[in-house]
């Protein structure tokens, strides 16, 4: 695999969280619990190796300039916006909602996993729009 590989490699990663994180939930409404648990650590697992893919790839070409003008450039900017800080956002709180579920404390793993899906699921599902409007558009 190439460096130029690796923006497609990550919008993989980040479409394959997302279809965890969806398979997750339903697993749980279906009180599955134990497919559930090996279904959330697979989509927390893709998200670490999307993260670790993500800095390598950036620590060694940098920035990527969205290069279109207009309206376009102006929707991505929200959606990049919208999507790096929500990112910040729902990384530490993936790992505290995972571990209370580890620790036992499933009253206060499902408080906080009701917030956490759909901002994660967001952040999985903004990546796959960032890396096609940066490159495919």
């Given amino acids: 695999m190439e ?3 690796l923006p497609a490699l990550n919008a993989l ?8 994180l969806v398979r997750g939930y339903f697993l749980i409404r279906r009180r599955d619990i134990e497919a559930h ?10 998200s670490v190796l999307f993260l670790a893919s993500y800095l390598f790839y950036h620590y060694n070409v940098g920035s990527v300039r969205f ?6 450039r102006t929707v991505y ?3 990049l916006l919208t999507h790096t800080v929500l990112a910040a956002v729902v990384a ?18 499902r408080k906080l996993a ?17 890396y096609v409007m940066l490159y495919h558009l």
């Avoid at 917030?115 to 952040?123: A, D, E, G, N």
Wanted: charged share 15%.
């Fill in 3 to 5: 460096m130029r590989d």
């Fill in 13 to 20: 990663l980040n479409a394959t969280s997302a279809v965890l």
């Fill in 37 to 46: 648990k090996k279904t959330m650590l697979a989509a927390f697992s893709v």
């Fill in 67 to 72: 290069q279109k003008t207009g309206i376009i």
């Fill in 77 to 79: 900017l929200t959606i």
């Fill in 92 to 109: 530490p709180m993936a790992v505290v909602t995972l571990y209370r579920a580890w620790h036992n404390r499933f009253d206060k793993h």
């Fill in 114 to 130: 009701r917030i956490t899906l759909p901002l994660w699921l967001y952040v999985s599902v903004t990546g796959v729009v960032v």
